[in-house]
Every structure is written in C-alpha cells, then in structure tokens.
C-alpha cells in the first residue's frame, strides 16, 4: 500500500516520540542508593544555623580552618567553631551612606554589602564586600573571646572583590601576595587574574578573549611553585565550529614579577591555561564541560587499595553539561602530576584571526620551555616572552585519571552542585577509599565511593540524604574529619540562608548484620561481640559485593508473620497433619521481613533487602529499556499502517489529462507508459510508438479552440 504523506508524517511523528521517551526515560533514570532519606528536617541534624534577614542571604563558604569556619553573608560574617558548630562570633558589616547613595542613583535595586573574600593573612583577615557595587576590604583580627577587631582603614576592593552578590570570584593569599580572580567592572566586562602586594599589582592583559574569555571562576589553590585557578570559559578554539564553554585549570608562576617592556611592566607573564577533559569515553566522547566546583587537592586515589602509600596528589571536580543539553553531572578526578605534563606539552595557536587553531610545531616553540618558572621574568628573551603573550593556551587538554568520570548522574529534576572528600578512609575490609559527598541543587547530598580495582570504575551510592528544604541548592560542603573521635565526624552543609552539619554516617540505622553489610558505607562495620552496625575499623564488612558469609540469618518473629487460616474447601494433604500452608499471595516478602526485622526503619529507607524485591518485580534497567524498544517498535509500525490507510484519500487533479475515474495511482501510471483506452494517445501510423499531445481546452463563450502548446520535456514515471 502506498502512503500518503500525511500517514507517513503521523507514523515518524509517532515513532520518534516513542523512541525518545524510552531515551528520556533511560537518561533520568536515577540511581538506586543503598540508603535514601526524603526527610528535609533531617532529625540527626547536629546543630542549624539561619539567616535573620528576609530573602536569600547569599550564603558562601568563604574560609574553612581546622577549628572554624567563616561564612560570607548579606552584611554579615559568621564565624562558626567546628567541634560543636556553635556561633563564635559575628560581624556586622554595612554598606556606607555614600555607596548606598550612588548605587541608588545607578538605578540598582540591592545595594548591600555582601561579603565575598575571606583569606587569612599572616594572622590577620582580610574581608572584602561588595559594598553596594563599590567592593571594600578590610582588615580583622580575632580577640581572645573570638570577637572581631579592625586592624586599620578601608581600602579598595575593586579586582579583588566582585561588583554584586551572584559574580563568581576566588582568592587565596601565599608568600606574601594576594591572588584573585574576578571582574574589574560592575556590568560584569573585565575579567582578570590580579597578583598585588603592598607595592605592586600585576594582571592579565586587559581586553584579551584568548586569555579569559567571560570566565565564571571556581576555586585557586597554590601548589609547589604556582597559583592554580579552576574556571568554565566561552572557548576561543572552538569560535570556529559554534558557541561552546570548556573548563580550564591555569597557573601562575608565584615568582613572576612581570615584563621587561614598559606595556607589559605590570602583566603576568607566566599566564597559560589547559582543558580539563571530564567526559565518557567512546568513538563519539560525550562532554560534561561546565565544572561547577572542585575539592581541595589531597592526597588520594580512585580506586581501592591495599596500600597506605598507594596515593598521588589528586583533585576531584563537579561538571555538568550545559542548559540546553540533556541534563546531566559528572565527578572527575584530576591528577596532579598529569595536570604539570599538559603544561610542559605543546601549545596551541592560529596564524590569524580567521584560522582554525592547531598545535604549534616544536620548531616555532622556543627552546627553554616557557612554562619554566624563573626569578627574574623582566629578562625573559623577548621571542620567548613574545610567544607567552600570543599562545596562552595548551594544546592537550588534562585526562580524567582511570579514564572517565568517577560518578555519574543523569536526572531531569537536578545537578551536582559542590563536592567534598574524606581522603582514604580505612575501612574494615582493611582497604583504603576516598568518600565522595556531592551536593545537589535541590538539596540533597549523595555519598559514593568508587569500588573498582584497577582502571575499572564501579560506583556505589551509598546514600541520598534529602539534607535541606527540597528546592533549596547546596553552595557549600566541608568534611570534618577526625579519625579517633567518630562522634565529632561530620559534613558541614550550606544553602543560600543556612548553615547544617550532619554526621559522616548512620551505621546505627541498621539493625541486623546483613543490613549492615549491605549498606557497602566504609565507615560501617557489623559488631559481632556488640550485635551492632558501628562506625568502627573492625568488624564484619564486604564493600565490594554487600554480602557476607558469616552473617547469621536474620530473625524473624514467627509470632508476627500473618499466615492465613485455611478455610473449609481448603485442599487437605495429609490428614493426620495439623499444619497447613498459607496461600502464596500472603507470604511475606523482602520487604515486608526488613520491616519486621527493623520496625523503626521508616517508608522512606529503602535497604537491601527492598532493593531485591524491587530487582525481581522490575527486572534490569537493561532488560526494561530493550523490551520498550522492541513494543515501541511494533506499536509505530502498526499504528501507523492503520493511519495511512485510514487517511489516504483520491486527490483528483483536475490539470492532469491522465486522470482516470478510479484515481489508481498504479493505473496512472500504466496510462502513462502505454496507451491503452486513452483517447489521448493515438495509434494510427503503424509501428510509431505512441506519442503524447499536448493541448489546452480554452472555452471562449460556446466555442472550443485548440491551441498547440509550446513543447516541454516532461518525464513521467
């Protein structure tokens, strides 16, 4: 049968939409943790600490120390001890009379002070705030009594602090200098990385995209002899095939004290940058280019080990894909020595502004690599310093370590938002593992660890803990670790208007060995002597499977198992026999013997064991998306057989002189191959194939004319 075009259109409309909603239906479909708390009061919460002001406080972790904390605020700085995560101290910091006057006057509408740098310095703090889009910083000292005292006068903060609460920014201050990365201008132009003393300011060269290019910076830390900063771009490179944002990490040399010329007297000139490639792998790699956050570097490894010593310097960062992509999230770990490799590499360049990008010959690179850090940078040859300043950008980018992402999260209600690590916890299976905690942006905190030997990833999710209110996103996370006091063990957690800390674990949340075991939560370990899931480094535990052979069965009340009575026409086996067994449909299941084994286990706690039954009732997301597949295949074809001959009509073309009644497509196309009973073909010269005339029919009043018509070369097939 021959389908018109509006059944053929219906039948890909149909198909394509069924295909995509098993696509959409397989890429948000979310993990299944081993424990889940939907209670956003979150009962073992430790201590809660809230904004006082209306609206959204802008809440950032700005400074985390052993002891305390510093949080950034809407004309506040909250200094929180870590031990108890009680208030300290907290300093009330307005935006003056005279900002508030002129940000008025600009037409702005939050003309506040928000505090967004805090870096210790030589014992002293430095705070810088917004200051109604006029940035100030200041110095404080810490009293005896934890209350704050203003060391001298206000200077400015413009290129250290941003303009306005929602600009990214980051500082750190080392040897005696001060790095920040942030926007010189309130209408957000000017990106810049600044190096300043006392004395002296250097930057990045002002107005140059292939530099930074709209940056949202992320996190910088020091490390040997270089500044390293962490941020997402629009990509030079990448100008050429459409609009695209990468992520980078760039260093500075902390020796750098600018060029030799008089324009380049206060540039930096050790400035390069590389991409951070967090993708899975494949013929047709898929991207997750926009990180998000970063951990601090530590001393760490992806994998499991046997080995205290089996660790390198490793940092882990959050990326997501971009908004109008699929949605999705990523965990990469970066390798601290495979980040110095890409910087000793090739560079990459155009030679003009219309060129595609591509590596630089090793021939047209100076011989002293320019990523070499020197003491005196204002006698840099001036080629090398020449080719500094035109090629800041590497050609490889930086490898995820094991090759792909750590973590994987595809969902449509949420992304990973901030990331903090335990460093290589030892656990009681005596292996070494580094705990992930990831905040999401509706208020949850994921713990996952990677169970993988070798270069093989295996993620488990140990938990998802509806942490704040659903909707509120995480901005900040901090690991107080303290190995030999479990009880003062927490994750610092921060939302835009609150501060909560909640325990690193919740072994005793299970009641019975094998829940324990199956928890796979390296902090957590089954007490044979105790009959207790403790927080403990001995006991019996099976991270890598969730079983293990020594648990005893758990009990079961036989008192409390509900069996049904036979009836009357109930069957009798044996006679003599005064048991009966229950109906099939009353048996118990797994989750129902998890209930009765922990009877303060809530709705909301899915275990191992509801983990099982829902395997058996659901089968493998495999064998569901293949069988969706397969229906949806057979559904589109048949559905759209039946709307093709439902719709397909006889369009008669009145123009057309092969139209015949019964308006058969395949009769008019015999007509047109042969002459058949067509008065318009004629046969009267002998062994003449048949030959079309072409005419036109014109009725002037009650006469006919005909007209011969210009001869045109139709084919008809």
């Known amino acids: 049968m021959d389908y018109t075009p509006n059944g053929i259109t219906m039948l890909f409309a149909v198909m394509v939409a069924t295909h995509l909603t098993c696509l959409v239906s397989g890429w948000s479909q979310e993990w299944s943790p081993n424990y889940v708390s939907t209670d956003p009061e979150m009962k073992f919460t430790l201590e809660k600490v809230t904004s006082s002001f209306p609206g959204a406080d802008y809440f950032q972790l700005l400074l985390a ?115 920040t990365a942030t926007r010189a201008h309130s209408d957000g132009a000017g990106p810049l990385i600044l190096k300043s003393s006392e004395d002296r300011k250097l930057r990045t060269t002002f107005g140059d995209s292939t530099l930074l290019n709209e940056p949202n910076f992320v996190s910088s830390f020091e490390k040997d002899d270089k500044v390293y900063f962490f941020f997402r771009e ?80 490793l940092i882990y960062g959050v990326f997501n894909t971009p908004e109008n992509s699929i949605r999705g999230s990523a965990v990469c770990a970066f390798r601290y ?37 020197t003491n005196e940078s204002d006698k840099i040859p001036d080629d090398t310093a020449k080719f500094s300043k035109d090629h800041p950008l590497m050609d490889e980018a930086v490898k995820p370590t094991g090759g792909m992402p750590v973590l994987i999260f595809t969902s ?55 942490v704040l209110s659903p909707g509120k996103p995480v901005v900040g ?25 909640i325990p690193l674990s919740r072994c005793e949340r299970a009641e019975t060995c094998k829940s324990c ?12 002597l105790l009959k207790q899931c403790i927080n403990a480094g001995n006991g019996l535990q099976n991270i890598s499977s969730g079983k293990h ?18 009836s009357e026409d109930s069957l009798v086996v044996d006679a003599q026999s005064s048991c009966s067994c229950p109906d099939l449909d009353e048996q118990p299941g797994p989750s129902d013997v998890w209930k009765r084994i922990n009877p303060h286990a809530s709705a909301d706690v899915k275990v191992a064991a509801s983990q099982e039954e829902t395997a058996v009732t659901r089968g493998t997301p495999v064998e569901v998306f293949i069988v969706a597949v397969i229906g949806s295949i057979i559904f589109s074809v048949v559905l759209g057989f039946i709307i093709g001959y439902k719709f397909q009509s006889c369009r008669r073309d009145r123009d057309d002189v092969f139209y015949d009644r019964n308006c058969s497509s395949l009769q008019r196309g015999r007509n047109r191959l042969s002459s058949g009973d067509n008065p318009h073909f004629h046969t009267d010269h002998v062994g003449l194939a048949p030959k079309q005339i ?8 009650n006469l006919v004319e005909t007209k011969p018509v210009t001869k045109s070369n139709k084919v008809y097939l």
């Open 65 to 179: 120390e052993e002891d305390r904390i510093f949080i950034g605020a809407k004309n506040r700085v909250y200094n929180i001890r870590v031990n108890d995560l009680k208030l300290a101290s907290i300093l009330e910091w307005n935006a003056n009379e005279v900002s508030i006057d002129k940000c008025r006057m600009n037409s702005k509408t939050d003309c506040a002070n928000y505090v967004r740098v805090i870096v210790r310095k030589e014992g002293d703090l430095v705070i810088c705030g917004t200051n109604a889009y006029s940035p100030v910083c200041r110095h404080y000292k810490l009293t005896e009594k934890d209350e704050f005292e203003k060391q001298r006068e206000d200077s400015p903060g413009t290129a250290i602090c941003p303009f306005d609460a929602q600009s990214n920014a980051t500082a750190l201050y080392t040897g005696g200098k001060l790095y």
């Open 234 to 313: 629009i990509a030079v490179e990448n100008i050429n095939c459409g609009k695209a944002v990468f992520s980078r990490v760039a260093r500075v040399c902390k020796q750098d004290s600018g060029g030799y010329f008089e324009s380049w007297k206060n540039t930096l000139t050790s400035f390069f940058k590389a991409r951070l490639n967090c993708s899975i792998p494949g013929e047709f790699p898929f991207y997750f280019d926009e990180i998000q956050s970063t951990s601090e570097f530590g001393q760490g490894n992806i994998k499991r080990t046997r080995l205290s010593g089996d660790r390198y310097d």
């Open 337 to 373: 020595s495979d980040i110095t490799n890409v910087f000793k590499g090739q560079f990459k360049g155009q030679k003009t502004y219309e060129s595609f990008w591509l590596p630089v010959p090793w021939s047209q690179t100076p011989i002293d690599h320019p990523e070499k850090c």
């Open 412 to 466: 449509l209600k949420a992304k990973l938002t901030k990331i903090a690590i335990d460093w290589q916890l030892l656990a009681a299976d005596k292996r070494y593992y580094d705990v992930m905690f990831v905040g999401t942006d509706d208020g949850r905190v994921i713990k996952a660890i990677n169970k993988g030997d070798g270069a093989k990833v295996e993620s488990v999710i140990i938990e998802d803990l509806q």
């Open 477 to 501: 996370l901090k690991v107080i670790s303290n190995r030999a006091d479990h009880a003062n063990q927490k994750l610092v957690v921060v939302s835009k208007d609150s501060v909560v800390a």
């Open 517 to 528: 075991v199956a928890l796979q939560d390296p902090y957590c370990a089954w007490s044979s």
């Open 549 to 566: 052979r020594q648990c005893p069965a758990d009990p079961i009340d036989a008192k409390k198992l509900q069996m049904k009575k036979p």
């Open 694 to 701: 072409n005419i036109v029919m014109n009725r002037k009043g």
